[in-house]
């Protein structure tokens, strides 16, 4: 099993450009999560989704947008990057719950950079 | 929502020193309290978790410890080695079925460093 890949790894925008972020996971995990992690910050929840078609904000989900349309694959698009959107960017997976026992297993990250 | 408060925020012990780091947590409903270690340039990896009702649990060199009444946690480390230098997380999971299920809020993460 690959677990929870990211792609790409590395990239640096424009002030104003677009992208996507690619998460995948090969668990047959339910729940997938979007975080941005900053100095100091520690891990803060961008959006998440408790299953294939359905998403939900997290605590910072303003100029971010995600989709979930395979159970596998959950993405994370900028539509108009700024640089206050630079940081290194972790998806994550857990199993369902049926407790509230919630093992989250993170991606590699990816270290996006706006100038 | 749930708030996760983690300190120290740096800390540096000799080689086969004890490290220990604590969390505090709002939320009473939180019942899933797990650890995570990122090391540099890698995702998060969980290390240890504790549910909320057990008090102590032990993983060779690593036990957490819980206080449910003071809201309170902790990662202790003991015979620190070298590899053992990363970044900490604490996490607090509430158990309700409502939007916050399947969450965890991290607190701000800790930088150990372990000198030889």
């Known amino acids: 099993n690959a677990g929870v890949t990211q792609t790409p790894k590395f990239r640096v925008l424009k002030t104003g450009q677009s992208m996507t972020l690619l998460c995948a996971q090969d668990?047959?995990?339910?729940?997938m999560y979007w975080y941005r992690q900053d100095p100091g910050m520690g891990l803060r929840l961008i959006h998440y989704?408790?299953?294939?078609?359905?998403?939900a904000k997290g605590e910072v989900p303003d100029g971010y947008n995600v989709s979930r349309l395979k159970k596998q694959n959950f993405l994370l698009g900028l539509e108009s990057a700024a640089p206050s959107q630079t940081s290194v960017y972790f998806c994550?997976?857990?199993?369902?719950?049926?407790?509230?026992?919630?093992?989250?297993?993170f991606g590699p990250g990816t270290r996006l950079t706006v100038l | 929502g749930e708030n996760v408060e983690q300190h120290p925020s740096t800390l540096s012990v000799q080689e086969g020193d004890s490290a220990v780091i604590k969390c505090t947590y709002s939320?009473?409903?939180?019942?899933?309290f797990p650890w995570y270690k990122q090391e540099l340039g890698k995702g998060p990896q969980l290390i240890i978790d504790?549910?909320?009702?057990?008090g102590e649990k032990k993983d060779q060199r690593i036990a957490v410890t819980l206080n449910k009444t003071a809201k309170h946690f902790s990662l202790h480390i003991t015979e620190t080695q070298p590899e053992d230098s990363a970044v900490y997380f604490c996490?607090?999971?509430?158990?309700?079925?409502?939007?916050?299920?399947?969450?965890?809020?991290f607190g701000r993460g800790t930088q150990l460093t372990v000198w030889p």
């Open positions: 994550a997976s857990s199993y369902l719950l049926g407790s509230s026992y919630n093992e989250q297993f």
């Open positions: 989704s408790v299953g294939e078609g359905t998403t």
């Open positions: 504790i549910r909320s009702n057990v």
């Open positions: 668990m047959n995990h339910e729940y």
């Open positions: 939320d009473s409903a939180s019942n899933y």
């Open positions: 996490a607090a999971s509430p158990s309700d079925r409502g939007s916050t299920l399947g969450r965890l809020y």
